[in-house]
């Protein structure tokens, strides 16, 4: 049962639902959050809240175009893989973000980690709602940068710097950053850069989850923390696994804008 506030219409004194929701009732439309299942497998709970594409293949043969990744190969070009994590289809189900930030403090106390930090630092944008619940979950204090994007030539994915401008940091202020998904690492060094100006001290990396084929349990000397630790494979794009794949325009670059073609691949 869902509790909706009821609107009192003046002229008549009668309660009604609000012209929203009467129009979603109207085309059969329900907006209910997802709330997680006491124990429920982080990764199951994803799939229940449509964020996990996995590309549909029949034997060896792609159905569904491969997805870009953040980070470049040898020659400039994003690199690709077959599965993708969209926290953005997370974000809009608050308990379950407060699951994946609950997981991550519990693996920040279990490491003794917890205390190795004040300040959580969202990277936007999953990692900046991510950030803000687990620093509520952890009683610490929460900041985040803002996105500004950088030139980016036709045909690559956005890219990004970051403004920490509008907050200020203490000398030697410890800081965990947080971000939705670490794919490669590569973009994390730009972070670390941007935080370290601020004369922060940066103490560990923590997200929802960390896919890197590489980095599993540290960075640089950073410990890295995340809810989810699964590895997904990647490729540059001259990888036979997927050159004909991407010879054929099986690529989608806008991952989030065109999320529902790409659950429709999986569906077919």
């Not at 494979?233 to 794949?245: F, I, K």
């Amino acid at each position: 049962m869902i509790n909706v506030p009821l609107r009192v219409d003046e002229s008549t004194k009668a309660k009604v639902l609000p012209k929203s929701i009467n129009l979603h009732l109207q085309k059969g439309i329900t907006m209910k959050p997802i709330i997680p299942l006491p124990g429920e497998d982080l990764l199951e709970l994803g799939k229940r809240c449509n964020a996990v594409y996995v590309c549909p293949k029949v034997g060896s043969e792609r159905k569904g175009p491969l997805v870009a990744y953040a980070g470049i190969d040898g020659r400039g070009r994003n690199l690709v893989g077959d599965i993708y994590f969209n926290f953005r289809r997370i974000e809009v189900h608050p308990k379950v973000v407060e699951a994946f930030a609950e997981a991550a403090y519990q693996k920040l106390c279990d490491q003794g980690l917890i205390d190795s930090f004040d300040t959580v630092c969202g990277i936007p944008q999953g990692g900046r709602t991510f950030g803000q619940i687990l620093a509520l979950v952890a009683g610490k204090r929460f900041a985040y940068a803002d996105k500004k994007p950088k030139p980016t030539e036709v045909g690559k994915k956005q890219e990004y710097s970051w403004d920490l401008s509008q907050f200020d940091f203490e000398q030697g202020e410890r800081v965990a950053i947080a971000e939705d998904v670490y794919n490669n690492f590569q973009n994390t060094d730009n972070t670390l850069a941007e935080i370290a100006v601020t004369g922060a001290k940066i103490a560990l990396l923590v997200g929802a989850l960390n896919r890197s084929p590489i980095y599993d349990t540290s960075y640089k000397g950073f410990p890295v923390i995340a809810s989810i630790r699964e590895a997904y494979p990647e490729y540059d794009q001259y990888d036979p696994a997927v050159a004909a794949d991407i010879a054929a325009g099986k690529l989608e670059l806008e991952v989030k804008k065109n999320w529902a073609r790409l659950v429709a691949a999986m569906q077919q």
